[in-house]
């Protein structure tokens, strides 16, 4: 059975055009080509890239987060209680008013204590300043390093500069040594991340980052399997050229430095908008729909890799939104830009507001809306 779904798998209608198959990437002339038993590589690079990030955040990150000021924030401990631990863990982390009722009764603890209980132990999950700025320093140092290595892999090639090189002679193209290392360390590094990804800093879009992570390894591995390698570090090249911009504005920001967050972010944007909104879909896309059909039928790989790139662009546009959301808010009312995706502490900024009610409960008598109630000089508490 296994052998019948092997044969299927790698029938060369699926994956090449008509009239070629495998026989063409065979080695022979001293020219080498692609093969798909070369992704295994990939594996212990995945390995090692995992090794170097837990030395990396040890030995790197954590001291030049002291060097730049990330300060950590002090989390109150949310005393253990089984009852509402057990709520917070089996059914939801945020009741609603019914529910903490109920738990009211079962705990003998106010609404309010019900209410502080559950905020601070949702603060409890949250990843810490620090933690994040580790994430974030990784990524950019390798985002940055890939961008300098693909640049410099590419930069003397034809196809870097006429599209249409990127399908002369397809599919006998030879694996250059630059282009087979790019390929397994981009491959290695997407494969960390998705392992990874549990134990990362979840934010809002975890599942289009998880999309984003398998569709990017189906995408290189394919285009390695069918030697559309031209074409994929391209595609690569694209993508590393604003990642390691918004990872380097992350930093800045859990340090507090406002003024380069923003203005880092900015430059982010608009290198992600032209990368992403104008290079990727108009120039590559266009390349990979309307080339390969001038040369060759179409086939199922063709039509394969193309909806890949296309879920590819549907994700770019959902987080283009995000940041021209947050990048008009900069520019129009000077505000901080924050990370839409992350989840924020509760804890400072409600339990100010309690304490600051408090007092101005005992000095002033009731407040609304941040305004002393005053009733013919005689005060009511409910």
């Known amino acids: 059975m296994l052998s019948g779904l092997s044969d299927w798998f790698w029938q060369e209608q699926l994956w090449f055009p008509k009239g070629l198959g495998w026989a063409d990437l065979e080695d022979r002339d001293g020219r080498v080509y692609a093969k798909p038993q070369d992704l295994w590589v990939a594996l212990p690079i995945a390995l090692i890239f995992l090794i170097i990030r837990q030395i990396f955040e040890r030995t790197v990150a954590t001291p030049l987060a002291s060097l730049l000021g990330v300060k950590e924030t002090v989390r109150l401990q949310v005393p253990h209680n089984p009852t509402l631990e057990s709520y917070y863990c089996n059914i939801t982390k945020n009741p609603k008013q019914t529910p903490i009722a109920s738990l009211c009764k079962q705990t003998g ?7 502080r209980w559950f905020r601070r132990r949702r603060n409890q999950d949250r990843p810490s300043l620090l933690k994040r700025f580790r994430e974030a320093s990784w990524r950019f140092t390798f985002y940055l390093l890939a961008f300098i290595a693909g640049l410099a892999a590419l930069i003397d090639k034809p196809w870097l500069y006429d599209l249409k090189e990127m399908w002369q002679g397809f599919p006998v193209l030879t694996l250059l040594p630059s282009q087979y290392w790019y390929y397994m360390i981009e491959l290695g590094f997407y494969g960390s991340l998705l392992v990874s990804v549990a134990s990362d800093v979840k934010r809002k879009d975890f ?15 394919f ?19 604003s990642d390691y911009f918004l990872e380097s504005a992350k930093m800045f920001n859990y340090a507090g430095w406002r003024n380069a967050c923003n203005y880092i972010f900015i ?16 120039w590559i896309i266009y390349c990979t729909w309307i080339y390969p059909v001038t040369m060759y039928e179409p086939f199922f790989g063709y039509y394969f890799f193309n909806g890949l790139l296309m879920v590819l662009q549907c994700l770019h546009i959902f987080w283009a939104v995000l940041i021209i959301r947050m990048a008009i808010r900069f520019l129009t009312h000077n505000e901080k830009v924050d990370d839409e995706r992350s989840d924020k502490d509760e804890t400072d900024e409600s339990e100010e507001e309690e304490e600051q009610a408090k007092k101005d409960m005992r000095k002033n008598g009731p407040v609304q809306n941040g305004h002393t109630v005053h009733n013919n000089n005689h005060s009511k508490i409910e």
């Not at 603890?109 to 209410?115: A, Y």
């Not at 599942?207 to 591995?221: D, F, P, Y």
């Not at 990368?275 to 879909?281: D, E, G, K, T």
Request: glycine share 2%; aromatic share 12%; with cysteine.
């Open 109 to 115: 603890f106010s609404e309010r204590q019900v209410q």
């Open 223 to 241: 285009s390695w399997c069918v030697n559309y390698i031209r074409a994929g570090t391209l595609i690569m090249l694209v993508h590393d050229s």
């Open 267 to 282: 430059v982010f944007a608009a290198v992600f908008i032209i990368s992403r909104l104008v290079i990727f879909p108009f």
């Open 207 to 221: 599942k289009e980052q998880i999309v984003h992570h398998v569709a990017t390894i189906l995408l290189i591995s």
